[in-house]
């Protein structure tokens, strides 16, 4: 963000508000593009993922190709569909849930480092303010829930409340691991140090548990199966999105996609090297280099073709892991059976909350002593 | 550094905007065709008996009751982690976050032994219908 001003303001001859606000532009403009088009391949990729692990083929129509346009017509389709108010609900709330749910998880995307210098905003505090931040959808969803006025969306609301803030503390707790080695809040700093020492899944032996359980708690928190619970479309007939439709509906289903991509990301970044290759194969994505660079007072990214694909090649490699993890979730969804609601509380208080527990334990213990896996 | 917390203002009023524009939007295009049945809360079928906007199982009070504190402990736990690893006298370091933990862990164990951890939390049923 800071670079693009530098560069825009180079490039204009402009100084103050208006490069500021052109690269404020630039990055909602390409974010907003990035989301859509994620999400729009997300939910064809669940599709096909789920069709071809059923043994059949799904969209294959649409488009020519594989159903590709698919998504793109369900979209169309959304836009041209009725917008219907509960005659009991509470309007205000009924109308303004959906963008509290949505605008949470969007402001979390700001701080997603997907490869050095590109990160909209380097905020000091990255990983806590994406626990925060991915915290408000549950506001919205329980306005959605209580303002619908139907028992279904009020379960599946309450539901979803209890099952989400419980899985925060698994998910905060496997979280303080990493940050302890590392001694950064920041994302792009996860990257630096693992293109330096090695991933941190193999930094300690408490470090796979603690992206295990990681792992666990994001989807629950992301309200995938086996934990999705607050929408169990046997029982609940949608949950709290019972009484949405059109493009009001379509934007819990756009939240829940991006943040099974942020919580990916996370795993990606904090566990498994972010835009590093294993080993650090040929320095991809390593952002120390990138900030000595910008240290040295080169605004642009930009000198020598090699650096260029180096830097930039780590968007490849994050965005590989990130779907790689986003597969998995899609793989868990159509093989385990969902859970009971007491199961699920079980799990995560019973079980992961004890165990993230003990990997910041763990993980303080090596860091004291100097041991580990990997050289410090 | 309290600059780069304008892009999140600017992304949460950008993110609900991204919400309106296609509902405003769709306005041209949606049809609006209420009636008495469309617009009745959704019961399978089933004519609404009573409102839904009722009071809580007081079990989610106790789950989101039982989050905040340990949501709060945890917390606490970040700065200590975050520095951790420079801290001039590691071994201080480990030992107070040691006892903080252990304080943590006591508290998990005496909410699992009264049985608040327990979705559904067992009751003497006998007793209760004495006290009732």
């Known amino acids: 963000m800071n670079a693009l001003v530098a560069f825009l303001s180079d490039l204009t001859g402009l100084e103050g508000v208006l490069p500021l606000s052109m690269a404020y532009a630039v990055c909602i403009g390409s974010l907003l593009g990035f989301i859509t088009v994620y999400a729009m391949f997300a939910i064809w990729m669940e599709r096909k993922v789920a069709a071809h692990m059923q043994v059949r083929y799904g969209p294959m129509e649409t488009g020519g190709w594989h159903g590709w346009a698919q998504s793109v017509a369900d979209a169309l389709k959304l836009l041209f569909k009725e917008d219907i108010f509960p005659s009991q609900a509470n309007k205000f709330l009924f109308a303004i849930a959906p963008a509290v749910v949505f605008c949470g998880v969007f402001a979390g995307f700001i701080v997603i480092p997907f490869a050095a210098g590109i990160q909209i905003a380097s905020l000091n505090l990255g990983v806590f303010f994406l626990i925060s931040i991915a915290a408000v959808e549950v506001i919205g969803v329980i306005m959605a829930g209580w303002a619908s006025n139907s028992k279904y969306s009020l379960f599946g609301a309450v539901r979803e409340a209890a099952q989400v803030v419980s899985y925060e503390l698994p998910s905060a707790t496997a979280l303080i691991g990493p940050i302890l080695i590392v001694g950064s809040f920041q994302l792009g700093d996860f990257n630096t140090y693992q293109a330096n020492h090695g991933w941190l899944i193999l930094h300690n032996p408490f470090m796979p548990v603690a992206a295990l359980c990681f792992f666990i708690s994001s989807l629950a928190g992301c309200k995938r199966a086996p934990f999705d619970l607050p929408e169990a479309e046997s029982e609940l007939v949608s949950g709290f999105h019972t009484e949405y439709s059109g493009m009001r509906f379509s934007f819990f289903f756009l939240e829940e996609y991006a943040s099974m991509f942020v919580a990916s990301v996370l795993m990606a970044t904090l566990f498994f090297g972010g835009t590093t290759l294993p080993f650090n194969i040929g320095d991809i994505g390593n952002w120390a280099t990138y900030a000595e660079r910008a240290a040295a007072g080169e605004p642009s990214v930009i000198s020598g073709i090699g650096d260029f694909l180096r830097t930039h090649l780590g968007i490849v490699v994050l965005l590989l892991k990130t779907f790689f993890f986003i597969f998995i979730q899609m793989w868990l969804r159509w093989t385990l059976p969902r859970l009971r609601v007491d199961q699920v509380m079980a799990l995560g208080y019973k079980y992961l909350l004890p165990w993230g527990l003990v990997t910041v334990i763990g993980t303080a213990c090596f860091e004291a002593f100097g041991w580990g896996w990997l050289p410090h | ?132």
């Not at chain 2, 049945?37 to 004519?47: A, L, R, S």
């Not at chain 2, 699992?112 to 939390?121: E, P």
């Open chain 2, 1 to 132: 550094m309290l600059q780069d917390y304008h892009a999140v203002l600017v992304f949460l009023i950008t993110g609900v905007a991204m919400v309106c524009t296609p509902l405003i939007l769709g306005l041209l295009f949606r049809p609006k065709n209420d009636y008495a049945e469309k617009t009745m809360p959704y019961e399978c079928g089933e004519d609404p008996i009573g409102d839904a906007q009722i009071r809580f199982d007081m079990r989610f009070y106790t789950t989101a009751l039982i989050f905040i504190i340990f949501e709060v402990e945890i917390a606490f736990m970040f700065p200590w982690a975050h520095v951790f690893n420079s801290a001039p006298d590691k071994l201080f370091a480990l030992g107070a976050g040691l006892i903080f933990i252990f304080i943590v862990f006591l508290g998990l164990i005496v909410d699992w032994a009264k049985g608040d951890l327990d979705w559904v939390k067992t009751f003497d049923t006998n007793k209760r219908r004495v006290q009732d």
